[in-house]
């Protein structure tokens, strides 16, 4: 019998998305299947300490005591190593004698490869895919350069740009530009765009800070909310039109999915909208001409090469309402992934079931590790070349 492939799904996170990831990794794990896979349940509670030991999706799950209970009942730790053979090892830290704490036990065998089901800042922005490489692990979906871009929305629409693909207006500004100058990015604002207009930050998902602009009053507010979350804010022109999202799935040759549309049930999709509400209606296939619907697969597999994704994203675009223009809004790299997200309910509809996707994704992610390990680590015979 063939050994099961050890797979850590890593979940929780420091971001404003902490409950979205919850609810993500609770669909991955009760889909993923047993039979195949063994799973770790790995989580970093929202002051950054990584818990393994016990239930740590309870030990989440349970707000801020998740926080006491890693630190009381014992903490958690993922070790790296570099040079292991791309073997990264759980170890587990207990309370040593007179409170000190000390390494008293390795947690099984070493994992085969970590799925990283992460929303949000420290999670889905490169810095963990930055640490799992380091390890030599295998890892779900986009490396530190996609995940890194396709988290900061600024950075992002001017990749697209230069790519050629449709974006709406847009300014970028940080935080010190706004409190230095306000009414100075206010003016660039007004004239660039139209009201009304969105203020985001840029690095930042579900919707977290988002507000409307519908006229010169509002500006200072919603500005101010997109700058509690990030030091740098979005500000995009508003479009009457409709809201597609389409799934790509793949490495260097990525597929589309069929094309869904999102009819808000608030004035925008936005954070209550999509996890509070649940008044937004969620059509697959999308209600749109068959050569729109391609073009916006076809967009949305040039998005995800551009951003120089892999694994999984979700595409987002805007459809004028006369059907006469498309622009593309963002890229995910870990879009939701509960049973009900759009993510997997496009792959659903284009014929691949949830358990079948998490399992395409573990494949992926062994494929682009083979891939990465064949890059040379250095110069041939530099060694002799550089003694004195």
């Given amino acids: 019998m063939a050994r099961k492939i050890r797979v850590g799904v890593l979940f929780g996170g420091q ?7 919850l609810a993500s990794a609770r669909s991955v794990l009760r889909a993923i299947d047993p039979d195949k896979y063994e799973v770790v349940p790995i989580g970093i509670t929202k002051k950054g300490a990584w818990v393994t030991s016990g239930d740590p999706m309870a030990q989440l799950r349970a707000g801020g005591q998740g926080d006491v209970q890693a630190l009381e009942a014992g903490s958690s730790v993922f070790a ?14 207990l309370p040593g004698k007179r409170g000190s704490r000390e390494l008293t036990a390795r947690l099984g065998e070493a994992l085969d490869v970590i799925f990283p089901v992460l929303h949000g800042p420290y999670g889905e922005d490169g810095t963990v895919q930055g640490m799992l490489a380091l390890t030599g ?17 600024i950075t992002m629409k001017s990749v697209f740009r ?21 009414a100075g990015v206010q003016i660039r604002a007004e004239r660039l765009m139209q009201y009304p207009m969105f203020a985001k930050p840029s690095n930042m998902g ?27 804010i979005i500000i ?14 793949g490495n260097d040759v990525p597929e589309a999915s069929v094309v869904g ?22 059509v697959i296939p999308a209600e749109i001409p068959h050569n729109l619907s391609e073009e916006i697969r076809r967009l949305s597999v040039e998005a995800f090469k551009a951003l120089d994704c892999a694994g999984m994203a979700r595409v987002d675009f805007f459809v004028a309402r006369d059907l006469s223009q498309v622009w593309i809004n963002e890229l995910n790299t870990i879009p939701g992934f509960t049973r009900i997200s759009m993510y997997p309910k496009l792959w659903e509809a284009s014929g691949v079931s949830y358990p079948e996707l998490i399992g395409r994704l573990i494949e992926l992610a062994f494929e682009r590790h083979e891939d990465r390990v064949r890059n040379k680590q250095a ?3 530099v060694g002799s070349a550089l003694e004195v």
């Avoid at 790296?80 to 830290?93: F, K, L, Q, S, Y």
């Avoid at 230069?162 to 306000?182: M, S």
Wanted: aromatic share 8%; hydrophobic share 30%.
């Fill in 162 to 182: 230069d790519h050629g693909l449709p974006v709406a207006p847009y300014l970028g500004v940080t935080r010190a530009e706004w409190e230095r100058d306000p």
């Fill in 15 to 21: 971001s404003s998305e902490h409950e979205v990831s």
């Fill in 80 to 93: 790296t190593d570099p040079w292991g053979g791309g073997r990264a090892e759980i170890v587990e830290i």
């Fill in 137 to 153: 692990i295998p890892y779900v979906g986009s490396e530190v350069l996609g995940s890194a871009v396709g988290m900061d929305k």
């Fill in 261 to 282: 549309e999102v009819v808000p049930g608030n004035e925008f999709y936005d954070y209550r909208a999509k996890y509070v509400d649940d008044s937004s209606d969620l």
């Fill in 236 to 249: 995009e022109q508003g479009l009457d039109a409709r809201e597609c999202e389409c799934g790509v799935l």
């Fill in 379 to 381: 110069l041939d015979d």
């Fill in 206 to 232: 579900s919707s977290v800070g988002v507000g409307k602009i519908h006229g010169p009053e509002e500006f200072d507010e919603a500005i101010t909310l997109a700058a509690r979350y990030d030091r740098r």
